[in-house]
């Protein structure tokens, strides 16, 4: 432990909060920025999203590795590395000119994200005694919540005012405060039982495997669950995990110490932290088409809204890190699960006349479940391990958040399509019926409606249909115009009774339409919503076996501190 005291383990410790909070500060805040890069650049939205996903991607393959390589060669030289490499690549991004050069500096980006984030946990352990870890568990998971929190709103701020490159060099001041705090403040920390030499076949299949599963996850709502692409890579991916443990297995140096996976809380503490993964990111990237799509908040006012989860997150977290750590994680864990499961299924009950109190209560209750899931489990993890292996630990709980993230996202839009396509598709066809069945309206007119219907489902909102007014009033009264100028006298009023009947019908049409389109988009995500509810439950069987009773540190035992020593030669 660091004989740091007082003022300067405090600011030590805010050195590392900074660059953690930036490392994860760039998973939220770009979201809301992409609508004015995707203008800027001109180009289609399925490619800028992989601004977000080449970072989620790189970031969740290089976890577990950046973790060893720290815990071998200095988790605070790491940190500065991965600091450092974080402040250049958010400059380049700013400067970037092409989607091409974003996303290869993003994928850089997420890369250092991965060194960083890993090595935060065992850095900020190593400056405060055990029975201060819970809280400061509690203050890294209120650091993540306060993060995505602010995300969203600091995103679409810095843009408004100044412009999309802002998100990223405001990174740089941070990242530079970070490295100049860490220089002279944090003691270098090493898992002395790892050695020095590299495991390179271990990190190659390890990198293989989850990039297969990761990238199959994230396009698996555009290939399906059926298709040989998403086939292939989940096969590549069992390939890949198979060679890696026959390499752990073989080599007198593994990068990853099989034994960690014999614990059975460490193995409870790591699936707990998939199904929490899944139903945050999954939360806020539904309640944000929600919100947007049905409610027709702006996306700043989504972003605004949805802060509410991470701020009563990181009160909760603050609170329940040290008291998980008194009185044990397992309990706080389990109640966290079933709170979560229980927002998700009641945001099943909103629909489009509901309040915003309505939703924000709901988020708060969400805030509740992962303010005391996060911290505990985080805590429960680094408890039963031996203290050494705290930094690799770390890195296995956040690469099983990224998968979880990424799987929830999969599995919750995979069946808000499913219900898009029964609900929406019985409204377009009801719609159809009306519009062509229309004997006001003119071909052209009904072409419009009939094209904006299309893209109103494919954006999941309703709000098109005041879009699709205006372009048809338009076109009318330009038609109108023509015509009564080469008309005669005597047949000026009859054209114009006669438009004036098409502008009433396209009025009664396409309020039918916004109806019909919103009834069929509140009952998919409430479908969805309550799907997801279900799904989230599978979490507590995991976090009853997430930490010993009473929370007592496992490698107190000398027996299984003989078993990991001899596990390790």
């Known amino acids: 432990m660091s004989k740091l005291t007082g003022i300067?383990?405090?600011?030590?410790?805010?050195?590392?909060?900074?660059?953690?909070f930036m490392a994860l500060l760039d998973t939220t805040i770009v979201n809301v920025t992409l609508p004015e890069m995707t203008r800027q650049f001109n180009t289609a939205m399925d490619d800028m999203s992989w601004i977000v996903n080449g970072y989620n991607l790189a970031f969740a393959v290089f976890l577990i590795t950046a973790s060893r390589i720290a815990d071998q060669f200095g988790r605070k030289r790491l940190f500065l590395v991965g600091t450092a490499l974080f402040v250049v690549t958010s400059i380049l991004c700013g400067l970037s000119t092409s989607v091409?050069?974003?996303?290869?500096?993003?994928?850089?980006?997420?890369?250092?994200?991965?060194?960083?984030?890993?090595?935060t946990i065992p850095l900020a352990a190593d400056l405060f005694p055990k029975e201060k870890h819970g809280m400061v568990l509690g203050?890294?998971?209120?650091?993540?919540?306060?993060?995505a929190a602010s995300g969203p709103t600091l995103g679409g701020i810095l843009t408004n005012s100044i412009g999309w490159e802002a998100i990223f060099f405001v990174n740089v001041p941070i990242g530079i405060a970070a490295i100049c705090l860490a220089i002279p403040l944090i003691r270098e920390s090493f898992d002395t039982s790892a050695g020095r030499k590299i495991d390179w076949l271990g990190v190659l299949t390890l990198?293989?495997?989850?990039?297969?599963?990761?990238?199959?996850?994230?396009?698996?709502?555009?290939?399906?669950?059926?298709?040989?692409?998403?086939?292939?890579y989940m096969a590549a991916f069992l390939v890949f995990i198979v060679l890696f443990l026959i390499v752990e297995l073989r080599t007198s140096v593994p990068m990853l110490p099989l034994w960690l996976l014999r614990i059975l809380p460490f193995n409870g503490a790591v699936l707990t932290l998939v199904m929490i993964g899944a139903g945050i990111t999954a939360s806020t990237y539904?309640?944000?088409?929600?919100?947007?799509?049905?409610?027709?908040?702006?996306?700043?006012?989504?972003?605004?809204?949805i802060s509410a989860m991470s701020l009563a997150s990181m009160v909760i977290s603050a609170i329940a890190g040290g008291m998980s750590n008194k009185y044990g994680s397992r309990w706080f864990v389990t109640a966290g699960m079933g709170i979560l499961a229980l927002s998700f299924y009641l945001y099943g009950s909103l629909n489009a006349a509901s309040t915003e109190w309505s939703v924000v209560w709901r988020l708060i209750l969400t805030g509740v479940g992962i303010g005391l899931s996060v911290a505990p489990v985080m805590g429960a993890s680094i408890r039963n391990v031996p203290e050494e292996k705290i930094g690799i630990a770390s890195g296995i709980m956040n690469?099983?958040?990224a998968i979880g993230s990424v799987l929830g996202v999969a599995i919750l839009v995979s069946v808000l399509n499913t219900a898009l396509s029964h609900y929406s598709g019985e409204a377009v066809n009801k719609i159809k019926l009306q519009i062509e069945s229309s004997a006001d309206l003119s071909a052209e007119a009904k072409e419009v409606i009939l094209e904006q219907v299309g893209r109103m489902v494919q954006e999941k909102s309703s709000a098109g249909a005041k879009n699709a007014e205006g372009a048809i009033l338009l076109q009318l009264d330009t038609m109108e115009k023509a015509l009564l100028s080469e008309a005669d006298e005597s047949v000026k009023q009859e054209l114009q009774a006669a438009f004036t009947q098409q502008r009433q019908e396209l009025g009664q049409q396409l309020s039918q339409v916004s109806t019909d389109l919103q009834d069929a988009f509140v009952a998919s995500f409430s479908r969805t919503f309550?799907?997801?509810?279900?799904?989230?439950l599978l979490g507590i069987p995991f976090a009853l076996i997430s930490d010993r009773r009473g929370g007592k540190r496992l490698m107190t035992d000398p027996s299984m501190r003989a078993f990991a020593a001899n596990e390790d030669a």
């Open 399 to 401: 690469m099983s958040r």
């Open 139 to 147: 203050i890294w998971g209120a650091i993540s919540s306060l993060a």
């Open 207 to 232: 990198s293989a495997a989850m990039f297969c599963i990761t990238y199959g996850l994230i396009n698996v709502s555009e290939w399906g669950w059926d298709s040989l692409k998403f086939i292939g």
């Open 286 to 305: 539904l309640m944000s088409y929600f919100l947007t799509g049905i409610l027709g908040n702006s996306i700043l006012e989504a972003g605004i809204t």
């Open 100 to 119: 091409e050069t974003m996303v290869f500096y993003r994928v850089l980006q997420g890369m250092s994200a991965a060194i960083v984030v890993p090595v």
């Open 530 to 536: 309550h799907a997801g509810g279900w799904f989230l």
């Open 8 to 20: 300067r383990r405090g600011i030590a410790f805010a050195a590392i909060i900074l660059g953690y």
